[in-house]
C-alpha cells in the first residue's frame, strides 16, 4: 500500500549510523525498495548518530558498532537512557567473526542484531520487526550470539528477581530465551497467543527490562537456560 493512500498506516521512521557514506547509501536504497520505510537521517559517527536521533526520534535506528568519537554501543546506552516518547528501538550491524562488543550491545539496550551482508529483504524485516516495538531475536543469529558472549561477561546485577515471577512466567522467560516466538510458545504451553503476549509483557514489567533482548540475556546470566544447551 502506498503510504500517501488515505488510511494509510504512517511511514517508519529510520536513521542510518554508519562511517562509510558508501553503506550509509546502500542501507538507504533498500530501506526505500521496502515501501513504508523513510529514512529521516543519517550519521557517520557516534556523537551525530545522538544528536539525530534526538532531533528525529525515529522508530529505528541502524547502528554500526565501529565508528569514529563514540562507538555505537556508547551510543546505544545514551539513545536508550533518553529514551522518551516515542522510543527509539537500536537495530545494531555487525560482523560477527570479528566484532567483540555484541553482548555489550545487548547490556546497552539494542533490540536487534543484523550481519553487514545481510540480505535485502531480511533488513526490511528486521527494521518492521524492531519497529513494532518487538525484538530481533531469532535462533539463529541472535541466539549465537548471546550464548557466545554470556560465556566471559562478567555477571550483571538483574533489574528484579525471579521469585516476583509465577511458575507458568518462569517457563515463558526460559521460551524466549531459547528463541521461541509468540505463537510458538502458545503451542509448546497450550495457551492462546494472547494468554502468551501478557506474560511476556508482565514479565518484563515485573523485572523491569527494556525488551525481549534483555529477558534473553537475564535469563543466560542467572542460569535459567544455559550456553548451547
Same mark, same amino acid.
Given at each position: 500500500?502506498?503510504?500517501?493512500?488515505?488510511?494509510?498506516?504512517?511511514?517508519?521512521?529510520?536513521?542510518?549510523?554508519?562511517?562509510?557514506?558508501?553503506?550509509?547509501?546502500? @542501507?538507504?536504497?533498500?530501506?526505500?525498495?521496502?515501501?513504508?520505510?523513510? $529514512?529521516?537521517?543519517? &550519521?557517520?559517527?557516534?556523537?551525530?548518530?545522538?544528536? %539525530?536521533?534526538?532531533?528525529?526520534?525515529?522508530?529505528?535506528?541502524?547502528?554500526?558498532?565501529?565508528?569514529?568519537? *563514540?562507538?555505537?554501543?556508547?551510543?546505544? /546506552?545514551? !539513545?536508550?537512557?533518553?529514551?522518551?516518547?516515542?522510543?527509539?528501538? $537500536?537495530?545494531? +550491524?555487525?560482523? @560477527?567473526?570479528?566484532?567483540?562488543?555484541? =553482548?555489550?550491545?545487548?547490556?546497552?539496550? &539494542?533490540?536487534?542484531?543484523? *550481519?553487514?551482508?545481510?540480505?535485502?529483504?531480511?533488513?526490511?524485516?528486521?527494521?518492521?520487526?524492531?519497529? /513494532?516495538?518487538? &525484538?530481533?531475536?531469532?535462533?539463529?543469529?541472535?541466539?549465537?550470539?548471546?550464548?557466545? @558472549?554470556?560465556?566471559?561477561?562478567?555477571?550483571?546485577?538483574?533489574?528484579?528477581?525471579?521469585?516476583?515471577?509465577?511458575?507458568?512466567?518462569?517457563? %515463558?522467560?526460559?521460551?524466549?530465551?531459547?528463541? +521461541?516466538?509468540?505463537?510458538? !510458545?502458545?503451542?509448546?504451553?497450550? *495457551?492462546?497467543? &494472547?494468554?502468551?503476549?501478557?506474560? %511476556?509483557?508482565?514479565?518484563?514489567?515485573?523485572?523491569?527490562?527494556?525488551?525481549?533482548?534483555?529477558?534473553? $540475556? +537475564?535469563? =543466560?546470566?542467572?542460569?535459567?537456560?544455559?550456553?548451547?544447551?
Amino acid at each position: 500500500m502506498n503510504p500517501d493512500t488515505p488510511g494509510a498506516p504512517p511511514p517508519i521512521r529510520v536513521v542510518v549510523a554508519d562511517d562509510q557514506a558508501l553503506v550509509r547509501a546502500g @542501507f538507504r536504497a533498500i530501506l526505500h525498495s521496502g515501501g513504508g520505510i523513510e $529514512v529521516v537521517g543519517e &550519521a557517520g559517527d557516534g556523537e551525530a548518530a545522538v544528536a %539525530v536521533t534526538r532531533r528525529h526520534r525515529p522508530d529505528v535506528i541502524l547502528m554500526d558498532i565501529e565508528m569514529p568519537l *563514540l562507538d555505537g554501543i556508547a551510543a546505544t /546506552r545514551r !539513545i536508550v537512557e533518553d529514551a522518551g516518547e516515542p522510543q527509539t528501538g $537500536v537495530l545494531m +550491524l555487525t560482523t @560477527f567473526d570479528r566484532d567483540q562488543y555484541v =553482548y555489550d550491545a545487548l547490556r546497552a539496550g &539494542a533490540s536487534g542484531f543484523l *550481519l553487514k551482508d545481510v540480505p535485502a529483504e531480511d533488513l526490511i524485516t528486521a527494521v518492521r520487526v524492531i519497529a /513494532r516495538g518487538d &525484538a530481533l531475536i531469532a535462533p539463529g543469529v541472535t541466539r549465537r550470539l548471546i550464548e557466545r @558472549f554470556v560465556r566471559s561477561a562478567p555477571p550483571a546485577a538483574a533489574s528484579g528477581s525471579l521469585d516476583e515471577l509465577t511458575p507458568r512466567e518462569v517457563e %515463558v522467560l526460559a521460551l524466549i530465551a531459547r528463541g +521461541l516466538s509468540n505463537a510458538e !510458545i502458545a503451542h509448546e504451553l497450550v *495457551l492462546s497467543e &494472547a494468554t502468551v503476549k501478557t506474560h %511476556v509483557k508482565r514479565i518484563l514489567r515485573k523485572l523491569n527490562l527494556r525488551d525481549r533482548v534483555q529477558a534473553v $540475556v +537475564l535469563a =543466560y546470566e542467572i542460569g535459567l537456560v544455559t550456553p548451547g544447551a
